[in-house]
């Protein structure tokens, strides 16, 4: 990886991904660029200087000349912020996802700062009969255990929740990134575990999600609730987005057989914690599932640890 000189002219460095080159070297003629994505993960924009002593032309000289990075294929290490194009320019609000933590049942674990998965039946049972730990899932049975809720809408306060969101501004798919090698995602309502969409050459497994399709998933908001306390209206406490809303993902996460079975993943990629339980000993691994919006590409990363009791 390197950078290359933007002194001059603006330079576009672009290349196939691993995917697209597999696909190209079949050398069948089937091969077409129907999709593309552009990022600017680089640009720092607070270099943008509106006081430039040399006028205006010069505001943004400094994002211009900015190095840029040169392009790589390796989709683990590129990209993590596209590029939205919205044609309307009267919005004053951008929608966003926000992680769910207001209401019990989807709360994340407050001393770890993540949802915690067990990834086996003892390590449920040991976890879950103690009711002041808070954010657990089952790993080894999702059909019980807590679940992971993510809202989206326009997170302000500007608009009450009672305004309905824009159509062109509702997130209708979903799209899941989580290491397939630790686990993969089921339903929040059953634990019914779901099809993965594409597992690429990292071992990160993609899911797609759409509202009016999959149902265990995606579901639009309907919660309008707001209370007004002193003649100002103050969003309902259990909600993630305080103004207008759109959609709610949520799911579960099943361990892997590798980490269900075997410690191996645990002593390679994990350390050992001793602080989620008094007196007891857990194996653990620290990951991010990454939650992106199709339709408004906005990205979430939540924290998750699958966790094993040893002792």
């Given amino acids: 990886m390197a950078f290359l000189d933007n002194s001059g002219d603006i330079i576009l460095d672009a290349v196939l991904t691993d995917t697209g080159r597999m696909r190209l070297a079949k050398g069948d003629g089937s091969f ?3 999709k593309y994505a552009l990022s600017d993960d680089e640009i720092d924009y607070t270099t943008f200087n509106k006081t430039h002593a040399s006028g205006s032309a010069y505001f943004d000289l400094e994002i211009l000349q900015t190095p840029v990075l ?6 683990g290490s590129s990209m993590k912020s596209r590029l939205l194009s919205i044609p309307r320019t009267n919005l004053l609000y951008l929608p966003v996802i926000r992680l769910n933590t207001g209401r019990p049942g989807n709360r994340p674990n407050a001393t770890k700062n993540a949802h915690v998965i067990a990834v086996d039946t003892e390590t449920e049972n040991t976890l879950g009969q103690v009711d002041a730990i808070e954010g657990i899932l089952y790993g080894a049975n ?3 255990g807590q679940h992971i809720r993510c809202d989206q ?7 009450p929740p009672t305004r309905r969101l824009d159509s062109d501004l509702v997130e209708t798919q979903y799209i899941v990134e989580i290491d397939n090698r630790l686990g993969s995602l089921a339903t929040a309502p059953d634990g019914a575990r779901a099809n993965v969409s594409f597992i690429d050459d990292d071992q990160v497994a993609s899911y797609y999600f759409s509202l009016g399709t999959d149902a265990g998933y995606v579901t639009s908001n309907v919660n309008t609730v707001s209370t007004v306390v002193s003649g100002v209206e103050t969003p309902d406490a259990s909600e993630a987005i305080a103004g207008p809303r759109g959609t709610i993902l949520q799911f579960k996460i099943q361990s892997s057989i590798e980490l269900n079975t075997t410690d191996y993943l645990f002593d390679k990629l994990g350390s050992t914690d001793t602080t989620l339980l008094a007196g007891t000993t857990f194996k653990f691994i620290d990951t991010l599932v990454r939650v992106s919006g199709a339709t408004t590409g906005f990205k979430l990363d939540i924290p998750v640890r699958f966790v094993k009791k040893t002792s």
């Fill in 142 to 144: 999702p059909s019980g």
């Fill in 32 to 34: 077409r660029i129907v």
């Fill in 153 to 159: 809408g326009l997170d302000t306060t500007e608009i």
């Fill in 70 to 75: 040169e392009a790589f294929t390796n989709n």
